[in-house]
């Protein structure tokens, strides 16, 4: 569903994408693993179309993603920090963004909006909120939509438990609906938890696509944690 | 819970109707544009400071066409300073939304256009109740008329220019200083560097050359068809009698509407297909 073919990226000097090969499909939640600096967050917003790769190809559904813009109202993303207009309040943020979607959207998925409570926060303006509740936001939004795929960029970090697990259990049912998921995150237990396979980044460069089974009996860990820790030590120099 | 085994992605070819559908979400996101401009007050503040010039001027002139010429030589510093720092500030301040907007089935250059949209509405709004309001009022003549119309002109060609400016640079501070050394350069710098050349070269007939020059810089073209208009042209001496004679006359309206629209239009073309290739 999603192809990503040859892909280059540099900032500067800096090769942040190294020739990155992959092919996710539906029903597989991908958990994208590096270190800081790896290329996560950039390989995302290649994905979304923010960062324009020098060479390689992008492919959303068989189409390569290019001018049109259209591929994305597929994509549900949560970026790593929501950044909102500062005098928007948030009532008008969710209106705005259904009316901005207007035409397209057949289904309006508001389960998150209920479950944190927004409502009630419908009049306090953005700049206001605290980076948590900033969060929440991004996560309903991501879903507002019912994308079939779902681009989730440290969802849980800054989320209180509570909210982090309201969001896993969102996260879990939406699985189950045979949607793709793409989540970054440093919270293994998380991932754990969500994933399917797994993706290891390191310089930019892919260093291996597995699914979780196949990474544990490699490693011979039972947990992600230990298991990736392990490969990261092989990798060092 | 049931599964969706197959979801169904509609290609998107282009649909009879997708433009107009296109338009629509550019004009919906000048409209967002608009209300934070509003919500701002920076705008109104712009508003109210062109209401009290314009009225003072007229007020204190017995004969409008004096007031004109007053008002007109305020405008010229005024609008283009205010339309490039306000816009390239707000373009910069705009990031966060056009991120936000960026992840959405909506096209960079809709995104980019309606901010644009936006940012020349609010300040031809401002403009035209700040400046167009008083000037009908006291002076509802072809001269009135030529003076919003340039103001309005003018407007559009400097957000175009402060959006280049802003899209040429990743930082704010060097963005804001291009955008002022571009105000500098049209309001203040230009008009020098042509007397100095008119100076050193006075022994060849320059004429057709300084008149070839005024279409390098709105500023210059504003003033230019206002002059006419005021029947002041004839203070320009030589030079001045042959602007009379091309800008007067139908054809030379024309072209210097059309130059206008290309400084309009040019450096907004260009911002456009900078910003289509910009990593966010």
Excluded at chain 1, 79 to 99: A, C, E, H, K, T
Excluded at chain 2, 195 to 210: Q, R, T, W
Aim: net charge neutral.
């Amino acid at each position: 569903m999603l192809q990503i073919q040859q892909v280059n990226k540099t900032f500067g000097k800096l090769e942040v994408l190294k020739n990155i090969d992959v092919r996710f499909s539906q029903g597989q939640a991908v958990a994208i693993i590096g270190p800081n600096g790896s290329g996560k967050t950039t390989l995302i917003k290649s994905i979304l179309g923010m960062v324009v790769p020098e060479s390689g190809v992008i492919s959303f559904a068989g189409q390569p993603i290019g001018i049109d813009a259209q591929y994305r109202r597929h994509i549900g993303y949560m970026p790593q920090i929501g950044r909102y207009p500062d005098n928007m309040q948030v009532g008008q943020l969710f209106d705005m963004m259904r009316d901005l979607r207007n035409g397209d959207v057949t289904v309006i998925d508001d389960e998150l909006i209920r479950a944190y409570r927004l409502p009630d926060i419908y009049q306090k303006s953005m700049r206001t909120l605290s980076g948590g509740t900033r969060q929440k936001v991004s996560a309903a939004l991501a879903f507002l939509f019912n994308p079939p795929v779902m681009i989730l960029d440290e969802p849980t970090a800054g989320l209180d438990p509570l909210s982090a697990e309201i969001l896993k259990e969102k996260i879990q049912r939406e699985k189950e609906r045979n949607k793709l998921f793409l989540i970054t995150s440093h919270i293994m237990s998380d991932l754990e938890e969500l994933a399917t396979d797994v993706i290891y980044l390191a310089e930019g460069r892919l260093v291996f696509f597995k699914t979780l089974e196949a990474l544990k009996t490699e490693t011979g860990e039972e947990r992600l944690g230990k298991a990736i820790a392990r490969i990261m030590e092989t990798l060092q120099p | 819970m049931k599964g969706l085994t197959a979801i169904e992605f509609p290609q998107s070819v282009s649909l009879p109707g997708e433009n107009i559908r296109a338009h629509k979400k550019m004009l919906k996101i000048a409209k967002y544009v608009v209300y934070d401009i509003l919500r701002n007050r920076f705008v109104l503040a712009y508003l109210v400071f062109l209401l009290v010039v314009s009225m003072s001027f007229f007020n204190m002139e017995s004969d409008p066409a004096k007031g004109m010429m007053s008002l007109l030589n305020i405008i010229l510093i005024v609008l283009p300073l205010v339309s490039t720092v306000f816009a390239t500030i707000h373009l910069y301040n705009s990031y966060e939304f056009m991120e936000l907007l960026l992840a959405q089935p909506l096209k960079r250059s809709d995104i980019f256009l309606g901010e644009y949209l936006g940012m020349a509405t609010s300040l031809c709004i401002a403009f035209g109740i700040g400046v167009g309001v008083p000037v009908l009022l006291y002076d509802g003549s072809m001269r009135g008329f030529t003076l919003v119309v340039c103001g309005l002109l003018l407007t559009l060609a400097f957000v175009s220019l402060a959006f280049l400016a802003a899209v040429l640079s990743r930082d704010k501070a060097r963005g804001i200083g291009l955008a002022l050394l571009l105000w500098f350069f049209c309001t203040i710098l230009y008009d020098g560097i042509v007397l100095m050349s008119m100076f050193a070269f006075s022994d060849y007939p320059l004429e057709k050359v300084i008149m070839g020059l005024a279409f390098l810089n709105p500023v210059d073209l504003a003033r230019i068809a206002m002059l006419l208009q005021l029947d002041a042209a004839a203070l320009m001496g030589y030079t001045g009698a042959l602007f009379q004679h091309f800008f007067g006359s139908a054809t030379g309206t024309g072209l210097s509407f059309l130059a206008m629209l290309v400084w309009i239009a040019g450096p907004l073309w260009l911002a456009v297909r900078i910003f289509r290739k910009k990593d966010i």
